[in-house]
């Protein structure tokens, strides 16, 4: 290898030339030449979980740098005074064994002090976040209210919409439509005749030339295979519309001008069109070659032979597809499918010869038999073929039946008779024959019947039936519990569900005293002794539920033979009378079960009520005169004695009845409704003696002194209805209408700074109290304090979120822009609450959406029919906006309902003037004093 001389290698050349740059080196770091880096020269950007780079790695520290890492951080800024330095001042030291028993006892202590702080923790970490939450809610929901408004935008105004940029000019975002011009006659006429053949040469082509030149500059003479002739475009047009209207004239009445295109022929043969397409046929032609392939390898295969010619016949070629089947016929004549899809494909009389040899073929058979039958069009010859088929299958049940059906009632006896003969274990025939026959032939029947099928319950059922219907009921009875007896006998098992459902059936078809009888023979069938009360309850339940009511009755009237003392049994047994029976029925019902349970009250009460309402006055004081001996010092007796006479206008006999029953049977509700009767007829000073007296009794019911609080209040005694009311609330603290009495009592007298401490006080002493916010709500808007009342209603329904009247409270203190909000969020919190859903029913009416309000209306009367404040404001709806019919129905809905509850309601119901008026009477009044919507 040649060496360069010396004379031609530097002598100050430097070493690192053409060497690797070392890692981290930075080119001008050392003079302070950085420039800037771009990301061309770091690269792309990574994750946190990429893989690194290891063509680049970070430099490493020396020993001495890492020693210095570990030394501990003694700096004062790294000093706490209770906890000391930050770091560990052992690091340097050795973790021995001991080190690690006691970390992990440090930790365990840790861990058990963290679990005794964490639920605390975690419920002070969630209030701080609910708290954060209210004071700086989302963006989100700050604009729920207008992101619920987008679903009332509809298409158009979205597509309208413009985008966000969008840079185009006016006419580029406002394209117009191509504008086309016809072409003129004039140019079409040129057109053509520039192209006509002539004959002659022209005067001007022969001076000028041969005519091969034109005198003109860019001319071209004329074609030669351009028809002559000048071309009138109005008589094409003219034309045009002739020819139209000829096809128009085709289809439609010269009359009328209607269509007489029959649009449903029309659409059966667009259906029988069978779509030739090249998938479909190569399709059909692989089928036909397959079934073709299994005729010839198996023509004993009846199935290829149907397959083959209901493929024929999809494919439209109904002669090919009969001539398959025939030849199948002749290749097996010993199958029945195959002489019925014969029968199938050929058309009337055709088929009926094809029928005719299937029966000569396979005399047997009864589907041949039957469908030769269907062919025939008149009944005669129906008959006909139906005897010759039974004459060779007399066993057949189903041709017994279908020649029964053609004959009149004595040959279809004749008939009948025969058939039992040849098909003894028949029900339904031997069952056909005795409905046919008279009484004393069809005991005979089925008395047969039973020797010949001993194992079948419908032939005792229908002999039971019989014996009914002829007035024999002593006998059904018998006839039942024999029928369970003969069936056990033969080892039959009593299934009670099949017996149950037969019962309901004879009941449908009248025959009442057989399902009563069925009823109390298998009621008891495979029920436990202990279970049985219960499970016939829910049978009565159940068969009511079915509309079977004698059934029902059946039940209840064997249960009481057995639980003669059962109190539950009578009273579910009175009701069921009252909903579904008669008011005798009720009566006698309720005679029997106060004989058996004289101490049930509630039984003594629905006689007496039944008798009231009937008119009866006599009977029902008999009735409570018995009803007083047997429960003397029944509280529930007196009071509806003492209501029987004060509705009759018997005033000093319910007075007499009252002081008996404070000096026999004395107990707060007998004080309040003697201090009621004497308010309502005017005798205040009785009634506040009375209540006097009352109070030094029972001084812990609030009634009492409610009423006295309103008789003075009355009587314009403010200062003495505010000490009665001071009294009240330190023996009834927790008595929610007294502090609403007392509050409202200052709120009149014009002391509101005093009604709202009374209101605040109240909340004090019953917490999470929706009523005492409602009113303290209230208060606040009475005064003009709309500002104060909304804070007030944020902070009630913090309290109380699920309070239904909270909410439609706040519906209506909102904007009408914001009230659809509200009603959301309250459906939300309480979605079956019935205040809410009479609020969303006023809200839909405000708006005019009769529809939807009439819909919620119903909804909130089902859920409570008990409030009568749904019913009121339901009823002057529909006097606004329904018709006769919609009010006298919801009218009666109300009646029926009886309801009892509802702030409206109950100030207009109790009030003294109205405490006569029934609940028909009522309804109108209420409706004048609600408010239809704010």
């Known amino acids: 290898m040649a060496v360069a001389p010396g004379s031609l290698v530097s002598k100050n050349k430097k070493n690192f030339i053409g060497v690797p740059a070392p890692l981290g080196y930075v080119p001008g770091l050392g003079r302070g030449a950085t420039g800037f880096t771009t990301r061309s020269d770091i690269g792309p950007a990574r994750d946190a979980n990429d893989i690194s780079d290891d063509r680049h790695p970070a430099p490493k520290k020396s020993k001495k740098q890492e020693d210095e890492d570990d030394d501990e951080d003694l700096n004062d800024s790294n000093y706490d005074e209770f906890h000391g330095y930050g770091g560990s001042l052992f690091n340097s030291g050795p973790y021995e064994k001991d080190d690690e028993e006691a970390d992990a006892i440090y930790e365990a202590i840790d861990k058990r002090m963290d679990e005794k702080r964490k639920e605390r923790r975690e419920k002070r970490l969630k209030e701080e976040l609910e708290r954060y939450r209210q004071e700086r809610p989302k963006i989100q929901q700050q604009f729920s209210d207008l992101k619920r408004k987008l679903s009332e935008v509809s298409d158009d105004e979205w597509s309208n919409i413009p985008e966000v940029g969008d840079a185009r000019n006016k006419k580029q975002r406002n394209p117009r439509q191509d504008r086309l011009t016809p072409v003129p006659d004039s140019l079409l006429a040129k057109a053509t005749m520039s192209g006509d053949a002539v004959t002659s040469v022209d005067p001007l082509q022969q001076q000028y030339g041969s005519g091969l030149n034109t005198p003109y500059p860019g001319g071209m003479t004329p074609g030669m295979m351009t028809p002559s002739g000048d071309v009138d475009l109005r008589k094409i047009g003219e034309a045009r519309n002739t020819l139209m209207d000829i096809k128009l004239n085709q289809v439609s009445d010269s009359v009328s001008g209607q269509t007489v295109v029959d649009p449903k022929g029309y ?171 008279n009484y004393e032939n069809a005991r005979k029947v089925l008395n047969k019947a039973r020797e010949k099928i001993p194992t079948d319950r419908l032939i005792w059922i229908t002999a039971a039936k019989l014996e009914e219907a002829h007035g024999n009921t002593v006998m059904v009875e018998r006839i039942i519990e024999r029928a369970i007896t003969s069936l056990r006998a033969n080892m039959v098992e009593i299934n009670r569900d099949q017996w149950v459902k037969d019962a309901e059936e004879c009941e449908q078809s009248g025959s009442i005293s057989t399902c009563q009888a069925i009823i109390r023979t298998v009621i008891g069938v495979g029920v436990e ?65 106060v004989a058996h349970c004289p101490k049930a009250e509630v039984l ?116 003495d209805a505010r000490r009665t009311y001071q009294q009240a609330l330190k023996k009834c603290v927790h008595s929610i209408p007294l502090w609403l009495l007392s509050s409202r009592l200052e709120e009149k007298s014009g002391n509101v700074t005093k009604s709202r401490a009374i209101l605040e006080k109240a909340r004090l002493n019953n917490a999470h109290c929706a009523d005492l916010w409602l009113e303290a709500v209230r208060v606040e808007n009475r005064g003009g304090n709309k500002s104060i009342g909304q804070a007030t209603m944020a902070r009630a329904i913090q309290d109380c979120p699920n309070a239904g009247i909270l909410w439609a409270e706040a519906i209506f203190m909102e904007p009408r822009p914001q009230r659809k909000s509200k009603s959301v969020d309250a459906l939300k919190r309480c979605e079956h609450d019935p205040n809410v859903l009479l609020a969303v029913s006023k809200l839909f009416w405000s708006e005019r959406k009769v529809t939807k309000a009439r819909e919620w209306f119903n909804r909130a009367v089902k859920i409570e029919p008990d409030l009568g404040d749904t019913w009121a404001h339901y009823y002057k709806f529909e006097l606004q906006h329904g018709t006769e019919e919609q009010q006298e129905e919801i009218r009666k809905k109300c009646i029926n309902a009886e309801p009892h509850h509802g702030e409206v309601w109950c100030s207009v119901s109790k009030a003294i003037a109205n405490w006569r008026k029934k609940t028909e009477d009522l309804l109108p009044l209420v409706a004048k004093n609600v408010t239809g919507f704010v």
Request: hydrophobic share 45%.
């Open 604 to 719: 003594w009460l629905m006689g007496a009520k039944s008798k009231w309402m009937a008119g009866d006055v006599p009977s029902a004081r008999s009735i409570l005169s018995l009803a007083f001996q047997a429960n003397p010092n029944s509280e529930e007796i007196w009071l509806a004695a003492v209501k029987l006479e004060s509705e009759n206008n018997e005033y000093e006999r319910a007075r007499r009845l009252l002081a008996k029953a404070r000096s026999s049977a004395p107990t707060a509700r007998v004080f309040m409704k003697s201090v009621k009767l004497e308010w309502c007829l005017g005798c205040n000073k009785d009634a506040l003696r009375l209540l006097d007296e009352g109070l030094k009794h029972y001084a812990d019911f609030p009634k009492l002194w409610m009423m006295k609080g309103q008789i003075e209040e009355q009587e314009r005694r403010m200062d």
């Open 267 to 437: 659409l059966t043969d667009l259906q029988s069109m069978i779509p030739q397409v090249g998938g479909d046929i190569a399709d059909i032609k692989k089928a036909r070659l397959l079934l073709k392939s299994v005729r010839e390898t198996n023509p004993n295969h009846p199935p290829a032979w149907i397959a083959s010619a209901r493929l024929e016949e999809v494919t439209g070629k109904i002669q090919a597809a009969r001539n398959i089947i025939m030849q199948g016929c002749e290749t097996c004549p010993k199958s029945e499918d195959l002489w019925l899809e014969a029968a199938r494909l050929q058309p009337g009389d055709t088929a009926k010869a094809v029928v005719a040899q299937a029966a000569r073929q396979l005399p047997q058979s009864v589907r041949i038999w039957i469908r030769a039958a269907d062919l025939e069009v008149e009944t005669k010859a129906k008959k006909r073929v139906l005897r010759k088929a039974l004459e060779h299958i007399p066993n057949s049940v189903r041709l017994w039946k279908a020649a029964v059906e053609l004959e009149d009632p004595v040959d279809a006896r004749i008939l009948l008779s025969r058939a039992v003969e040849c098909c003894p274990t028949s029900v339904e025939l031997w069952i056909a024959l005795a409905r046919l026959e």
């Open 529 to 593: 002794d202990e279970d049985r009360e219960a499970s016939w309850m829910d049978d009565a339940d159940t068969f009511a539920s079915h509309g079977a009511i004698e059934c029902a009755r059946a039940v209840y009237a064997h249960a009481l033979t057995v639980f003669a003392s059962s109190r539950k049994i009578w009273i579910e047994a009175a009701y069921f009378e009252k909903n579904h029976g008669s008011r005798e029925s009720l009566e006698v019902l309720l005679q029997r079960a």
